[in-house]
């Protein structure tokens, strides 16, 4: 009994922390331009063909350290331009937030027809980033596991010391908090929401490549991964990413014990009554602002 | 130092500033007077870009047109609000080093940062999160920031609205010490008469949009026109 609740713990612990890496990067974007991405879970998939086609289609040498080395880059890249090209002219116009949902969703839509047309409607599998078990007393771990977790923390980690300790980090808070003063104390906010746009590419991509080894790389993940996202910011509380912290990692231990308990088919179900109850309780959330 | 000519800015027919032109000289502390909606908050937003306009402002010989924000901010252009615009989660330190990291294209520099978070007298607050200030420290720390960006022009807006005769005091102090001692030109929007003529020269009246006069503290309380426009209705607020 003991031992079995130890081991559920910890299996909510692994699956909190990738949700939590990609959901702060929805949150961020939220809080930050109170716009939201509805193309959020199609970078996560393109994270995931990244790593097939280095790993799988090209074969190439280095493996993992590779794909994580050229894979953030490459997602900064994706999500500044598209932001920049797409999105940040839509701001000149009224009611901008609204007309970015949905050029976003049209974004999700095409990005997902464009993987099937490139790549084919059949799943791909990736590669364990390691082999093996660990045997440590009673408790059994898949070494993958323990890689996946460590890397999502140092993910989070990353990003907290980003936030908290650079000059973009910085500029970051501070149009989050108050544009209108952020642009007046020299801070440019187009260059700040495109910059923001591309670190929550790089996290929900980086999530991709992770969670993709499990659940290989689906042309059709995106919604999947859409919706858990935003369940997590929602509950947590829009664009709060503290929230989301918590959030993530309350949803991971929900899903381990109701998988557990009840069996796999009630998670949604689940995490959806919970989402309901709390937002009819605190509409705006765990820790969001009304 | 900054000049505008002949601008305008229409919100659908209505002209909020109408064909208005103005020059500011280095070192003086040019008022801003005018009835409520009379434009003078828009004139603050053509001058720092937040809105585009017909016309031309001029900023030490530079056109500044249809610059962004930013980066008029960062040639030397800093601006207060009439509500507090501050950084809520931040203390008071890190707000004004934000002011001081990005406002200037120098180096980083914490100590004028921290000078002026003595300037404005804000030293027992340093660590404090900015939003247990009150009013006036809100008031100051937005000063602070806006100082710490190292402008040559500091525009402030309604700095007396909400503060006790004590209050003002000090802030008109401060205001003049901001100009005699840190050298720095100065705009102020007030709706408070006194204070106005007691620290501004010269004084542009508008209303609607539009130039009524111009002119030293003692030409424009004189001047009849303003009288009815303005003065008329509020000079004992």
Known sequence: MFIEIIEIIISGLLNGSVYALMAIGLALVYGVTKAFNFAYGSFYTMGGYFAWILLVSLG???????????????????????????ISPLRKRDDWQMKAMMLTLGLSLFLDIGYIAAFGPNLKSLPDIVEGTL??????FMKQDIVIFILSITGLLCF????????????????????????IVGIPKERVFAATFAISTILVGVGGILLSQKNFVNPQASTGIMIKAWVITAFGGMGSIKGSLYAALIIGMLEAFVGYYLGMIHIEIAVLTLLLITLAFRPQGLMGRE | MLKAINITKKFGALAAVNNLSFEVEDRQIFGIAGPNGAGKSTLYNLITGFYKYEGKIEFDGK???????HKIARLGISRTFQIPQ???????EESVNIGGRFGSSG???TGYSDEMIAFTSLEQ???????????????RLMIAAALATNPKILMVDEPMAGLNAMEIKEMTGLIKSINQDLKITVIIIEHFMKVLTELANPILVIENGKEICTGTPEEITSDPEVIACYLGDSHDT
């Open chain 2, 107 to 109: 180096k980083f520099n």
């Open chain 1, 160 to 183: 907290a010391w980003l936030l908290n300790n650079t000059r973009v980090g910085m500029a970051v808070q501070a149009v989050a908090q108050n544009p209108v003063g952020a642009q």
């Open chain 1, 60 to 86: 190439v040498k280095g493996g993992y350290y590779v794909v994580f080395l050229t894979a953030i880059p490459f997602l900064f890249v994706v999500g500044y331009f598209l932001e920049k090209i797409l």
């Open chain 2, 86 to 92: 501050i950084f809520e989660s931040l203390t008071v």
């Open chain 2, 125 to 139: 607050e340093r660590s404090n999160k900015t939003n247990l200030l009150n009013l006036l420290g809100k008031k």
């Open chain 2, 63 to 69: 056109n500044i047109s249809g610059l962004p924000t």
């Open chain 1, 135 to 140: 045997a440590l007393g009673p408790f059994v």
